[in-house]
């Protein structure tokens, strides 16, 4: 994905030469990008168009820094390093040619920050602030550019604002390949735009809002919804597909406006990236949600609604077991699956269970999006023992009418009208979901869920990688996490079933299932205030 | 309820004066066991108009708290501004210019007269004698008219701003402020004539609720309370700030400690309230009223709404706060009830990580029970105004 | 200014000091929290330092910085007779938030102790009457600490449960009050 140039930790342990920066020594790995390693170390200095992801171009001249025996100074993004450089990143020359650069940068830039949507995340405002304290020396008109460009579905272009770094240019290019931005025209008429005959529509378009430092192109669901120091920012995994990207939630009261890949850049999964597609999936959060237990269309309580299944299963219990079948899900937690599990296995003593499970599409790429849907297969699979069957056997089984009773947990579960029909048919059909759908319709019992940004537990991603979900925001009412509802269950039917929280289930699970003995719950971390100290820009 | 009490066995009645009572301003609850009239035990219980104010202020930027420090000491709020901009002004190694400091001086005294007027008008009032709380009020209006001038707001300044004041004395604010002074001074000679040499006033004070200079010290008190018990220490002469050097005034100090010795403090800084206005009034420079800082002071709104450099100076000042450096302060002045001490810790970024409140009036209000204890219920209410509760500072 | 207090100060008891400062002259010291006893009643009773006031007691929680241990109690000590300043500070851990009480050596402390244990939970050990002084006594959490949100409501009266599904079932997402147990 990133450019060979920027990855030399990858090869082989680098050489670390002694470098001297601002009079203090260090180890820095020889050859290796100059920016890239005062970052590191924390030192304070300004860029604009370095990004570690991208080839470096040194095109804004904002990370100028001093070098002994050179004759001007150097961008340290474009500065290898070498045994015995002398560093000067405090000097007179170096923090007035900061504040010359910030100067230029600024001179043609709108007055826009009341109405732009990267205020209070600009890298620009930051700079400024920063390393540049002078009034505007300008007194004639600035110049003028295309002000509200729709340049694609879900991304408007601000070219006023553009400060001509080209990092979105080099995104399309090199990570997305689909170059379809260019920067056209020259001088100060230089405009960013797309590419003769070109939208900019590719799946990771939204990778270019990130990356972008200043509010020229905004994501358009996410414009003027709200100021970003109001928001809060929670770790989790995207519940789009089995990547298991790496994701901040910006939630504020309750509400989520927008995920985006985290702050600061990991090395495994998606490194500062996400796609599209990922990005928009926080909509679900609050589209038409089950909010109510529902008994035969009517709501009811919780209460009463567990009563009912308890009573449901007793019936079962009390006949041959082998009749009552449990749907584990591929889109809900591996906290939710076990539980599900050990309720089957362990005290309904069923010989197998079903995936409940969307099927392998095609909407997959090379880079980040893959081809199943579901986002926690491999962890279902982890909790079903191998005694784990699919959806094709459910619609045997119910069309054989081996089953009486059917206990389905998570929303994918694929069943065409006609075992549906089946279903509605048993003795008990119970639907543990999130939003309303064909097969909640016909459940005689819905138990309304927890989403995956409303709960606390464990996916699996496709490479066998157990990552944490967070809780950003409380779910509608009702609504319960799979978990607490099946231990409910559980326990009404007379199984001793103790889990105070997701992690004591996490705990448990560890000891049980092989694949996730080495996982980790992972350590607190409080929602963020993206403000302050917190503010991504 | 049984107590011995010289030997005997008595009942104790229980009556609760306040929280919803006419003299227990700023709203207080005292549970008094009395045996006849006399209070053999007494329990105060504060915090009827506890708002918050420290978890109110870790959640906002250090600029931003200044409407909440008007709400302190309300009757004296231009003391809590001043108090406040001074600590956040020590923690960024910064001081306000001469002619801001001599502004803040002018109105904090101005809002010291106010404060002690507000507590004559209590004083008697609540003991019977209304009229001077008429004249008092008449003459507090006056100074609200003026503080109006120059802030905006009788009472809800925030005139203050750290690295000055918000804007500068209006024209002719001079001349109206010096011309006011004779008259205020006028109200209190009535008011001394009225109380001070009052044959019911004097039984009611006098030898009342008295305070040893040890005591008051244990009790942490500071200010006019403090004085009356004969300790002379006041901030403005023991650590001199702002301009209060430049100053010539005197201190009254109490010898017995007892209510009337605190009555007669506040009367007399009042007089030596006006003398630093007058002296004030006369010295003050011309120059800024806000230092020339861009990470401290915002941009001016024609800049600001016009030029991206001052737009984004304004923008981020706002959003982000004042960033001073990683440290803690301690920062005390003056106010109208004692030490008004503000300890400041800060992370280095834009808003604090404590904001303490040190409220002169809540150790005043910690001695109360010892106070009353042995006098009469009658005794009550003069020794409780003696301490000059605010509500608002006490509780915060 | 100079640093009479701290220089006596570290001479006497150097074991127990952390560490001291005196960021814009204020002079501070950081001491343990077994010490805390001795070293305030040392700096009350010498004479030459005859620190007889005590100004302002309060707690600083430093849980958003990652410190260990988490609270820190401030007290700022005063001399009338001498005027000079002292701010004296204890870390105290979350695990066992005791400190001494100093009722015994300033009266004001057991009102500003009081205000400690409302607002941040820390116990005085010794103190005579130590109950909530700002907030009613029913009040659950110690509100000053970092992770007590601004926003949270307290229980005051529980409705009937139809009444709050109602209210609830009108208001979308809202979640229902927190037990007092939260």
Not at chain 2, 44 to 59: C, M, Q, S, T
Request: glycine share 8%; aromatic share 8%.
């Amino acid at each position: 994905m990133a450019t060979e140039q920027n990855k030399t930790e990858e090869n082989k342990a680098p050489e670390m030469v002694p470098i001297v920066i601002d009079g203090r020594e260090y180890e820095a790995p020889r050859g290796g990008n100059l920016l890239q390693f005062m970052i590191d170390q924390g030192l304070e200095i300004s860029y604009f168009c370095y990004h570690p992801g991208l080839s470096v171009v040194a095109v804004c001249r904002q990370c100028l820094v001093g070098l002994k025996n050179a004759p001007k100074l150097v961008p340290a993004c474009q500065t290898a390093i070498g045994p015995g450089m002398q560093v000067d990143n405090s000097g007179h020359k170096v923090l007035d040619a900061r504040r010359q650069m910030l100067e230029f940068t600024l001179v043609n830039h709108p007055v826009d920050c009341p109405i732009c949507d990267k205020a209070g995340e600009c890298i620009l405002q930051r700079h400024y602030m920063d390393w540049d304290h002078q009034p505007s020396k300008i007194d004639h008109p600035k110049v003028r550019k295309p002000k509200r460009v729709e340049i694609g579905p879900r991304i408007v272009l601000d070219d006023e604002r553009c400060i001509l770094c080209s990092r979105c240019v080099r995104f399309m290019a090199e990570v997305a390949r689909d170059p379809q931005l260019v920067i056209a025209k020259r001088g100060n008429r230089s405009v960013l735009t797309t590419a003769p005959g070109k939208q900019l529509d590719n799946p990771y378009s939204l990778n270019t809002v990130d990356i972008c430092p200043v509010g020229a192109l905004t994501d358009r669901a996410f414009r003027f919804q709200i100021r970003v120091w109001e928001l809060s920012a929670t770790r989790s995994v995207c519940n789009g597909c089995a990547t298991g990207c790496q994701v901040e939630v910006h939630h504020r009261r309750n509400r989520v406006y927008r995920l985006v890949p985290p702050r600061y850049r990991n090395r495994d999964i998606n490194e500062s990236w996400m796609c599209d597609y990922g990005r928009y999936t926080y909509k679900a959060l609050d589209a038409d949600r089950l909010t109510l237990p529902r008994i035969k269309g009517q709501d009811a309580g919780w209460d009463e609604a567990v009563g009912h299944v308890a009573a449901g299963l007793k019936k079962a219990m009390e006949g041959d077991r082998s009749r009552i079948g449990v749907v584990l899900g591929a889109d809900v937690t591996n906290e939710d699956n076990f539980v599900a599990a050990r309720l089957a296995f362990d005290f309904l003593d069923l010989p197998h269970v079903y995936l409940g499970a969307e099927p392998v599409g095609t909407a997959g790429d090379d880079f980040l999006r893959d081809n199943d849907p579901n986002p926690n297969r491999a962890g279902a699979t982890a909790c079903g023992r191998g005694k784990l069957r699919s959806d094709e056997d459910l619609a045997r089984d119910l069309a054989e009418g081996k089953l009486t009773h059917l206990y389905v947990v998570g929303d994918r579960l694929h069943l065409d009208q006609e075992s549906l029909g089946q279903a509605a048919g048993l003795d008990l059909f119970v639907v543990q979901a999130t939003h309303p759908s064909a097969l909640v319709e016909k459940a005689q019992v819905v138990l309304p869920a927890a989403m995956w940004a409303e709960a606390n537990g464990t996916i699996t991603s496709r490479d066998g990688k157990v990552q944490r979900l967070r809780a950003a925001v409380e779910p509608p009412a009702f609504c319960r996490p799979h978990w607490l509802a099946l231990v409910q269950v559980a326990q009404r039917i007379g199984m001793t079933l103790e889990f105070a929280s997701p992690e004591a289930v996490f705990v448990a699970m560890q000891q049980e299932i092989e694949p996730l003995t080495g996982a980790r719950w992972g350590r607190r971390m409080p929602p963020r205030l993206l403000r302050y100290a917190g503010s991504r820009g | 309820m049984t107590t011995t009490h010289d030997g005997e066995t008595q009942d104790l009645t229980l009556v609760n004066m306040g929280p919803s009572h006419p003299a227990m301003h700023g709203t207080i609850h005292l549970k008094l066991q009395l045996a006849g009239e006399r209070i053999e035990h007494a329990e105060v219980n504060i915090g009827y108009l506890h708002r918050g104010f420290e978890k109110e202020a870790e959640a906002h930027c250090w600029q931003q708290i200044f409407p909440y420090t008007d709400r302190l000491n309300y009757v004296s709020p231009m003391l809590n501004n001043v108090g406040y901009a001074m600590a956040v002004e020590k923690l960024l190694g910064v001081t306000a210019p001469e002619r801001a400091q001599y502004i803040r001086v002018i109105v904090g005294e101005i809002a010291r007269i106010s404060d002690h007027l507000t507590y004559m008008a209590a004083q008697t009032m609540e003991m019977g004698a209304f009229t001077p709380y008429f004249y008092v009020m008449k003459g507090r209006d006056w100074l609200w008219d003026l503080l109006e001038e120059i802030s905006g707001a009788r009472l809800t300044h925030s005139y203050v701003r750290i690295g000055g004041v918000a804007w500068d004395m209006p024209e002719g604010f001079k001349d109206r402020a010096l011309a006011l002074l004779p008259r205020i001074d006028q109200i209190v000679v009535e008011l001394d004539k009225l109380m001070t040499r009052n044959r019911i006033f004097l039984d009611r004070m006098q030898d009342i609720a008295v305070v040893s200079a040890e005591d008051a010290v244990s009790y942490g008190w500071t200010g006019p309370c403090l004085r009356g018990s004969g300790v002379a220490y006041d901030v403005r002469k023991a650590h001199p700030y702002l301009i209060y050097d430049r100053m010539d005034f005197e201190i009254p100090i109490g010898t017995d400690g007892d209510n009337m010795d605190r009555y007669m403090v506040r009367m007399e800084e009042m007089r030596q309230s006006m003398r630093i206005i007058s002296q004030a009034l006369e010295q003050i420079p011309p120059g800024p009223i806000l230092i020339d800082d861009k990470l401290v002071v915002l941009p001016k709104k024609a800049a600001t709404y016009n030029t991206i450099e001052e737009m984004i100076n304004h923008f981020k000042l706002v959003i982000d706060g004042i960033r001073p450096p990683r440290g803690e302060v301690y920062s005390y002045s003056e106010a109208g009830n004692g030490e008004l001490g503000f300890y400041l810790v800060s992370d280095g970024t834009g808003r604090p990580v404590k904001c303490r409140v040190r409220p002169p009036c809540f150790m005043g209000m910690a001695a109360v029970e010892h106070m009353i204890t042995g006098h009469m219920v009658a005794d009550v209410i003069p020794t409780f105004d003696t301490i000059n509760m605010i509500g608002g500072e006490c509780d915060r | 200014m100079s640093r009479t207090v701290l220089d006596k100060l570290r001479q006497r008891f150097e074991a127990s000091i952390i560490e001291t400062h005196d960021f814009r002259g204020d002079e501070t010291a950081t001491i343990r929290r077994e010490a805390l006893l001795e070293v305030v009643t040392w700096l009350k009773e010498r004479n030459d330092l005859e620190l007889d006031m005590l100004t302002d007691m309060t707690a600083v929680d430093y849980l958003e910085q990652g410190n260990d241990p988490r609270f820190q109690v401030v007290y700022h000590l005063y001399s009338v007779s001498k005027s000079h300043r002292v701010r004296i500070k204890v870390p105290v851990p979350q695990d066992d938030p005791v400190v001494d009480s100093l009722c015994q050596l300033y009266k004001i402390a057991n009102w500003l102790e009081r205000e400690i244990w409302d607002m941040y939970g820390i116990r005085f050990k010794g103190h005579p009457n130590l109950k909530r002084i700002l907030l009613y006594e029913e009040f659950v959490g110690h509100p000053l600490r970092k992770d007590y949100p601004k926003e949270r409501r307290q229980p005051l009266i529980r409705r009937p449960e139809p009444e709050i599904a109602q209210v609830l079932a009108r208001r979308g997402k809202a979640r229902p009050l927190p037990t007092a147990t939260e």
